[in-house]
């Protein structure tokens, strides 16, 4: 069996500007005073981590920063809740994403759920208003409110599907599908090969520098997303992704 770990975020959905208005509000509420900086688009960076760079971007005092943090990620899920109706008109799900998780579902073998910076809350939230849950087990998988380390959310979604589908995963039959730099660095730290998907901000050039052990441009041709994760599954760890050019990496991820 192999686990495959979608990314969600601009992998399978866009949320437009409906993220980095919960940021906005959260901050205000919270803080008191607008944020006059928000956390930077399409990094893949886990929610809990945004909000602490969202805090000391804005000049918030060191010593309150954990706590406000805290403050702020206990109320995202209720936030984006409130803003489901304009996920759902203004969200966007992306190219080939419905017919791909449909195709993942369906093949023998591969068992399909997420690993991703969102909450678990505000993981279904998106899913769900965007119709995209059907061909998900979001029983298993991984979420930043789990850890707020990425990588450490591998292990997590393995143990889980480990349990339900009494075996064991391991990096050799694990595959992370995502757009970002983070998903990369998640799968090699982590414990899983990576198929980028250059739909993000990401370029597919950049994706394959950091150590992506294949990429595609987009979810649209679902037969080569079958057989590049079954080519990682069937890849030796050493000749099948290869090494990370360092300079390919930015600074915090090396
Ligand atoms: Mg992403």
Redesign the pocket.
Known sequence: MILVLW?????LLYTGDTDRLVYRELFEEVVGRPAERLPAR?T?VTMPLAVRELLCANAVEPERIEELAQRIVQRMPAQLERHRGDLSRTGQVMPGAPAALAAVHQEPGLVPTVVTGNLRGSAEIKLKALGLDEYLDLGIGGYSSDDSHRPALVHVAQQRAGTRHGCTFTRETTVII???LE?VRTGREGGAHVIGVAS?TTSAEKLAEAGACHVAPDLTDIQRIIRLIDQCAASDVDQGCPEPRQDAMPEEFR
């Open positions: 990314d969600i975020d601009r992998t399409g893949g995502g757009d970002s998903d993000g």
